[in-house]
């Protein structure tokens, strides 16, 4: 480098920023929800404040030893060998830092996207497109990283747009009652991971041109940093509620992959995630390579950085290797991660405290490849070709006909041979499009084709259905999950399904989900009157109804979070008529402790996204005079408040509905301030006489919360929630529920 001071202030911020969020970003909501709940993102605003004071202590590291460089630093302050011990300590522990996330980014690439390339190369690959990269001068590396920080967080923050259709943030309202200091400091110290990078500061800042500025540059990165982490916890709060973010290992990964956005050119979101992924970890990884690589140049004394980060590149592939599976990924990231961050952060910092070339641009080819890699490792090359592939567009789960046999189960030992267990606990139809029904040059929609499996797991008939087909099953495209009323009267078995459709990663989690009155493979496999695509009947069914509120649509999405709460759900069902020919919804099915325990028929499900607060539309009727007066309801909120009254819980339900009437008596008119109030009072009572009479039959009858009173006062009555939740069940059948309605009836048409 001509110059040593080279670095702009953007520079240093970008630098800063990617090279903390890392592979981080996209666990470290589930990691921080784990410990502190909702109030995960008041931690995160916390350990941005701890971690601001860590930078500036090795700020003025830098500043007290005249700008120097760390290996310098070191080597000015204990001599040459004891210096350099402690550098490569710090390379060790870099070392460690970017093999361990390496690892977890090689995990999630062969989980989402290349499931058969093996990983050996695939790390290969990276470290190789790190080397070549950092063999360059510092300069290029920082325009790098100016040019990957808008791509990243752009890209981010329009993703975080489109994620708000689908939140709830009172999910994410902080509960202080629940957490402790004990439990912050135990966040602190198992995510601590996500917030290391800030030693890049080593790096640029003997480079910065202006360095007076580099206190304020640090600052502005962990706001930002900080920011970002808040943001992205709140959004998997708001997104998959407390109890699913915890079980997830990267929400951030689903919550881009449950981006829905109808009509968009863009259908399934797997390759954007994975291009982000990619883009963030190569960042985090490629800034720190070059630190661990430019102190052990300094410290070995070799001409070229080109030398020391081949030197190192065997070290990383062998880390990142070690651990034999996720589980010991993790134990050894937060086994060995504090003490060597410890060191890292603190007591270095904290010991220098006490003992105290030509410059080439990076041409367009360079970054062509850089880019181009990224790219690359997001494509179809993982040995599995498209027509080798059977996309399911529908599942359906039944009972099997051992279901029942639960006594060999229990007899079955862990060290018995796995061709002892051959029992058939479910059976699984596969819906596939049959493309060879649809003839070039016409439109219309593909027949489907069907694989009917048995197994004694959904994994197991996964396996079975791909060796009969022998293709490659994918669920990406999965439009409709159809689970068999005989299916949910196994609470076990159930939760074995719900928990394979938590961990499958190609699972489209938009797809809806609805219950049939019978064996579900039977109602896929109908032939539909008006069309030959069983599952787009289905969700005609489904999305023609919702649009009047009669039916509440729920997503796998939906159902998993609902389910992970406390086993508890609401799903829509579906049923034949009387001549087996058609389909049509009838209610909702009630789950309750992973069982089916009742139905709510088509006006009880109105009525409770009424008092859910998500009814934004829908049609009523109630007699006047002995005719029928039809309303339109166009909007609605809701309000809860809660109080005690003789050790009773009393719930004051307020929903305040706007609407118009859409047919009343021709003879009658309607345009006067009398006649409208007496029909806004009329439909008032209906109304509140209507979800009265819902409420009970969840409260008494099927005894499930679907409107959400637990919930409720676990976030808004924290104390009062201290006093009944060893007692709900009992405190809630008690409950006295008033509902107050108050109508507006805005328009009444074009007629008086």
Known sequence: MTQKNFITEF???????????????????GEVVNYLGSNGWIGTIVEGILVYFLIYIAYKVIKLNGYNKLSIILQNSFGKIFGGILALIFVAYSIFFISMGMRIFIEVIKMYLLEKTPSEFLIIVMIFTGIYLIRNELGDLIKFNEISFWIMFVSMGLIFLFTLNKTNFNNSIPNFV??????????????????????????????????????????????????????????SLAIFSEEQTKTLLWPTITMIKSVDIRGAFIERWEGIAMAIWIMFYFCNFSNVYYLSSDIVKDVFRLDDIKISSALIAPFIYLTA?????????????????????????????LIIFLFSKPRRNLNASKFICIFLVCTVLTGCWDKVEIERTQLVSVIGVDAGEDIGKTKELKNVKSTDPLTSVNLKKIHVTFGIPDLSKLEPGKGGVSGDKYV??????MEDAVNTAMSKSSRTVKFSQTKLLVLGKSLMEYPDVVKEVIDY???????????????SSGSSDKYIKIKTPMGKSTEGYILGLVQGDVKDNEVKTVTL??????????????????????????IKIAGTAAIKNFKYDGDLNQVQTS???????????????????????????????????????????????????????????????????????????????????????????????????????KDYIKRYHPLMWRQVKDKWEDSYKDAVVNVNVDTKIRRIGVVK
């Open 321 to 349: 290797m070690y651990p034999e599976n996720i589980a010991e990924l993790y134990h050894i990231i937060n086994t060995v991660m504090p003490v060597a961050a410890a060191y890292s952060l603190i007591l270095l910092p």
């Open 501 to 515: 459709l938590q961990r499958e990663p190609s699972l489209n989690r938009n797809m809806y989900i609805v219950i």
């Open 452 to 457: 009917d499996v048995d197994g004694y797991s």
């Open 11 to 29: 520079g240093m911020f970008s630098t800063i920023v990617i090279t903390m969020i890392g592979v981080g970003a996209f666990s470290y909501p």
């Open 607 to 709: 009525n409770i996204e009424l008092l859910q607060g998500k009814l934004k539309s829908g049609k009523r009727m109630i007699y006047l005079e002995g005719h029928p007066v039809d309303i339109r309801i166009n909007d609605s909120n809701r309000r809860i408040k809660v109080s005690q009254e003789k050790g009773n819980l009393v719930f004051n339900i307020k929903l305040n509905i706007e609407s118009e009437i859409k047919n009343y008596y021709t003879s009658d008119k309607v345009l006067s301030v009398d006649k409208l109030s007496y029909i806004e009072q009329s439909f008032n009572k209906a109304i509140s006489q209507e979800c009265k009479d819902s409420i009970k039959v969840t409260q008494r009858d099927l005894k499930i919360d679907p409107i959400g009173f």
């Open 557 to 582: 999405n939906d159902f998993l979070v609902s389910m992970s709460e406390n086993g508890n759900s609401i799903i829509p069902k579906i049923e034949m008529d009387k001549d087996k020919k058609n």
């Open 178 to 235: 629940n957490s402790d200091v004990y439990d912050y400091l135990k966040a602190f110290k198992n995510t601590i991971y996500s917030f290391i990078g800030i030693e890049i500061i080593y790096l640029v800042g003997p480079f910065a041109k202006n360095k007076v500025s580099i206190r304020k540059i640090a600052l502005k990165s962990i706001l930002f940093v900080t920011l970002f982490y808040a943001v992205t916890v709140i959004l």
